[in-house]
C-alpha cells in the first residue's frame, strides 16, 4: 500500500487551508500514527472479531489519517465522517491517490451517521475520534444519536483537554481567555448578535446577556435571552464559538463524562496518553523516560492526552 508521508500535498487538488494543515502535521506525522496505531490496537482488543469482519466510523476524521490506518491494518469498513466540506474533499484526493481509503465518506455529523447506519443496515463494532469529542457542542444528543446507532457499539476518543494536567490546563484556559474577549472575541460576537434581534436593549442588558450566554451558539444564545434564562456554564473558563457550536478545547471532568453516558449503561476508563519519542536529542530522551512514568496511573498529571473508552 502507498503511504500517506509520501504524497506530494503540494499537488493534490486540495483547498490551501487542507494543504497547510497537513503540511504542519507531516514533521509529527510519526508520532500521530503511533496513537493512531496504538488506538486501533486498543478497539481491535476488545472485539472476538477479526479486522476484516468489524466496520469502525472515523468521526470527526479531519483529513482522513486515521481511515488510511484503519484500511493499513485491514480494517474490513471503515466509515468517516466529517462535519468539513473542505476535509471531506480532501479525503476523497488522498483516496484517489492512494487507491485505497475509507468505504463511506460521510458529509456531516452523528445525525447524518445515523441516517446513513439506517439506511444501509449498518451496526457499526466501534467508533474512533481523535481529538474532537471536546468540541462537540451537546454531548447529550451526541451519546444519544450514538446510542441508537448501536448500544452495544465500543467508543474510543483521544483528547488534548485532560482534566489531570495541571500545565495543559492552564495553557487551554489561556486559549479560551484569549477566544472569549477582545473586540473580535466570542463574547462580543454575542453581543452583538443580541443587539441585532434586540435593538431596544440598554448597554447594561447586552453587557450582562453578554456574560451570560458564554457557551452557547447563536440561536441558544437568543433563547435564553427571549426566555429570560440565562446559561449557568459549569466551568467559568470554557467557551464555545457562537458561530460554529464548536468548544474551545472544552475541558471536563471525567465524572461529567460518566454522567452524560450513564442513562445508556456505559462505563467511561481512562488511559494515560505519551510523549513523542520519534525526536532526536534531549526532547526524544526526556519523552522516553516520561512514558516509562506514565505506564502507572499515578502519574496521570504528566500526560499530554488522555484516551476515554467508552463501552457497556
Given amino acids: 500500500m502507498k503511504d500517506i508521508k509520501n504524497i506530494d500535498y503540494n499537488a493534490l487538488p486540495i483547498s490551501e487551508y487542507s494543504r497547510r494543515y497537513i503540511?504542519?502535521?507531516?514533521?509529527?506525522?510519526?508520532?500521530?500514527?503511533?496513537?493512531?496505531?496504538?488506538?486501533?490496537?486498543?478497539?481491535?482488543?476488545?472485539?472476538?472479531?477479526t479486522p476484516q469482519e468489524l466496520t469502525i466510523v472515523d468521526y470527526g476524521g479531519g483529513h482522513g489519517f486515521l481511515s488510511f490506518t484503519l484500511k493499513q491494518m485491514g480494517v474490513g469498513k471503515v466509515i468517516y465522517v466529517d462535519y468539513n466540506s473542505q476535509a471531506v474533499k480532501t479525503v476523497h484526493a488522498i483516496a484517489e491517490h492512494?487507491?485505497?481509503?475509507?468505504?463511506?465518506?460521510?458529509?456531516?455529523?452523528?445525525?447524518?451517521?445515523?441516517?446513513?447506519?439506517?439506511?444501509q443496515g449498518i451496526r457499526p463494532n466501534a467508533l474512533m475520534g481523535m481529538d474532537v469529542i471536546e468540541h462537540i457542542y451537546r454531548l447529550e444528543d451526541f451519546f444519544a444519536l450514538l446510542h441508537n446507532i448501536?448500544?452495544?457499539?465500543?467508543?474510543l476518543f483521544t483528547t488534548g483537554s485532560t482534566p489531570f494536567n495541571p500545565r495543559v490546563v492552564n495553557r487551554l484556559r489561556n486559549v479560551m481567555i484569549a477566544d472569549e474577549q477582545g473586540p473580535q472575541g466570542f463574547r462580543e460576537q454575542r453581543r452583538h448578535h443580541i443587539q441585532h434581534s434586540f435593538r431596544q436593549m440598554s448597554n447594561e442588558q447586552l453587557d450582562y446577556w453578554a456574560d451570560n450566554t458564554r457557551g452557547l451558539n447563536y440561536d441558544d444564545t437568543l433563547l435564553a435571552v427571549e426566555h429570560n434564562q440565562p446559561f449557568q456554564i459549569n466551568d467559568p473558563y470554557n467557551?464555545?464559538?457562537?458561530?460554529?457550536?464548536?468548544?474551545t478545547?472544552?475541558?471536563?471532568?471525567?465524572?461529567?463524562?460518566?454522567?452524560?453516558?450513564?442513562?445508556?449503561?456505559?462505563?467511561?476508563?481512562?488511559?494515560?496518553?505519551?510523549y513523542n519519542t520519534h525526536r532526536n536529542g534531549s526532547k526524544g530522551i526526556s519523552s522516553r523516560l516520561l512514558n516509562v512514568l506514565l505506564i502507572s496511573n499515578i502519574f496521570r498529571c504528566l500526560a499530554p492526552f488522555i484516551t476515554l473508552n467508552i463501552k457497556r
Fill in 150 to 155: 448501536n448500544p452495544d457499539m465500543h467508543m
Fill in 23 to 49: 503540511l504542519r502535521m507531516l514533521p509529527n506525522l510519526d508520532y500521530y500514527t503511533h496513537i493512531y496505531r496504538k488506538s486501533i490496537h486498543r478497539v481491535l482488543q476488545q472485539e472476538t472479531q
Fill in 249 to 274: 478545547e472544552r475541558i471536563l471532568p471525567i465524572e461529567e463524562y460518566q454522567r452524560l453516558v450513564a442513562p445508556y449503561q456505559w462505563r467511561v476508563t481512562v488511559d494515560n496518553g505519551f
Fill in 239 to 247: 467557551t464555545c464559538d457562537p458561530a460554529t457550536s464548536s468548544w
Fill in 98 to 119: 492512494l487507491g485505497y481509503g475509507p468505504d463511506a465518506i460521510i458529509h456531516g455529523d452523528a445525525e447524518a451517521l445515523l441516517q446513513y447506519c439506517t439506511e
